[in-house]
């Protein structure tokens, strides 16, 4: 079936630099997105979110790009900290208002000192 | 108040046990979910309670069940597991279903022996 997924199992960056984390999607009826992140022996933690009327949006020190016309979302996050050290996962809501919320592959984000 | 409270933490149970999982939430969801996740692999859906009502269920087996006593409620019912449904099980709630963050749980880490 349809899914979601990702173009890097793994990402390595410097403290300091910028990450880029990127996700494609397949299923041309989603229209809202959100980046979750997930360390280690916890649940996903909301980052940001994203519906399909807009093509980028900004919070502290992350944004969100989209571009439906390739079907592909990313995730630039600004002066990678270690505590940014963590699964990053993209998910898609494919179900309208039924809350069908399908997650991608993720992206393991480690961050040298 | 912004909590998804899922117990218990851990849970080992024997394939001929019956057990329950909880979770719950004071924010005033009205939508609340239960995921599965395999080491190193996404969130997988397995059902959706919106307005206490069932409005999705993932093809999940029947030795899962579901049941929502409340709106702050939510409860999964085990009975005759394998050992590959061993798993982390995420509980999540969002303020409806479809176009609003969901808050995650921490999870229920469950072994099937």
């Known amino acids: 079936g349809e899914s979601v997924g990702l173009h890097l199992p793994t990402l390595s960056v410097q403290e300091g630099d910028n990450s880029i984390i990127n996700c494609a999607y397949s299923n041309s009826a989603s229209d809202y997105f959100i980046w979750y992140k997930q360390e280690s022996g916890k649940g996903p933690q909301f980052i940001i979110d994203i519906r399909s009327n807009m093509d980028k949006r900004q919070g502290q020190r992350v944004t969100v790009l989209l571009n439906k016309t390739v079907k592909h979302l990313s995730l630039q996050i600004a002066a990678t900290q270690p505590g940014d050290s963590a699964v990053y996962f993209c998910a898609e809501n494919a179900g309208g208002s039924q809350g069908n919320l399908i997650f991608g592959k993720g992206t393991k984000l480690s961050v040298k000192p | 108040d912004t909590e998804v409270t899922q117990t218990p933490k851990h849970l080992v149970m024997g394939m001929t046990n019956k057990k329950s999982l909880k979770c719950e939430q004071h924010?005033?969801?009205?939508?609340m979910y239960w995921y599965k996740q395999k080491a190193k692999k996404p969130p997988e859906l397995m059902f959706v309670?919106?307005?206490?009502?069932?409005?999705i269920n993932e093809s999940v087996p029947s030795r899962f069940s579901p049941e929502c006593p409340n709106s702050s409620l939510l409860n999964l019912h085990l009975h005759a597991l394998q050992p590959e449904d061993s798993a982390l099980y995420l509980c999540a709630s969002s303020q409806e279903s479809g176009y609003t963050e969901a808050f995650f749980g921490q999870g229920t880490r469950l072994t099937v022996v």
């Open positions: 924010m005033g969801h009205r939508a």
């Open positions: 309670y919106s307005y206490e009502k069932l409005s």
